[in-house]
């Protein structure tokens, strides 16, 4: 069983699902490349350059088709990847997936032009206040990366996904509101879609226990 993590996350954000899983399975969690204790990028990677990671990471631990785990930038190489090949994993568990178009609000059209305008004549520096906290805070590499990754929408890839799915997103999940795992359940055929109450998008560490027994029952069913 693999598990990949979200972004400006690490391994360790499925401690009550690897404790709790390898009972049953042999567990891997690694810390993908710029988190945790894997933080040296030495270029900016793409979503394919993650895939390779992911690939390689599988490879050297001798691991075979396994079931996937996967959260929020977790899931968009997990649906990449099983997009183009089908076989590198079993199922796939999927939860506050990310990697669809989302919406677009009138807030964030204007506040898009309005930097477009601005990024014309102010360096951008001066411009900070457009950006996340988070996105500030990551390294000139990392922010590239960053672009990279979240300008790559997965919309086409869903219906290339083959594998037995398994969708679990929190109630009150506002990075990937619910329209999102609709679209996913809509897109990957045969997908089964499970909304948990009192959970956001970390559903796994807010509501453990309903998150790895609905899991659980998916993989050993």
């Known amino acids: 069983m693999l598990f990949l993590h979200g972004y400006l996350s690490s391994g360790k954000s499925f401690y009550y699902q690897t404790r709790f899983f390898e009972r049953d399975f042999n567990v891997y969690a690694p810390d993908l490349k710029g988190f945790g204790n894997n933080p040296d990028m030495p270029f900016p990677y793409s979503l394919d350059d993650y895939i390779a990671e992911v690939k390689e990471y599988i490879y050297k631990n001798g691991l075979t088709c396994p079931h996937v785990i996967a959260h929020s930038f977790g899931a968009r190489i997990a649906i990449k990847a099983a997009s183009v090949e089908p076989d590198l994993f079993a199922k796939l568990v999927l939860t506050g997936a990310a990697g669809l178009k989302p919406k677009t609000t009138f807030k964030k059209a204007v506040k898009r032009a309005a930097y477009k305008t601005l990024k014309r004549f102010f360096p951008k520096e001066k411009l900070k206040c457009f950006f996340s906290s988070d996105y500030n805070a990551l390294s000139p590499v990392m922010q590239i990366s960053f672009k990279k990754i979240v300008n790559e929408h997965l919309d086409d890839r869903l219906n290339g996904i083959k ?31 499970i909304v948990i109450d009192g959970a956001g998008h970390f559903c796994f560490t807010d509501k453990p226990n309903k998150f790895n027994m609905e899991v659980k029952e998916f993989l050993l069913s």
Do not use: C, H, W
């Not at 398994?166 to 999940?173: P, R, S």
């Open 163 to 193: 594998n037995q799915t398994l969708l679990v997103f929190g109630k009150n999940d506002k990075e990937t509101p619910l329209y999102m795992a609709k679209r996913l359940n809509a897109g990957i055929a045969g997908s089964k879609l």
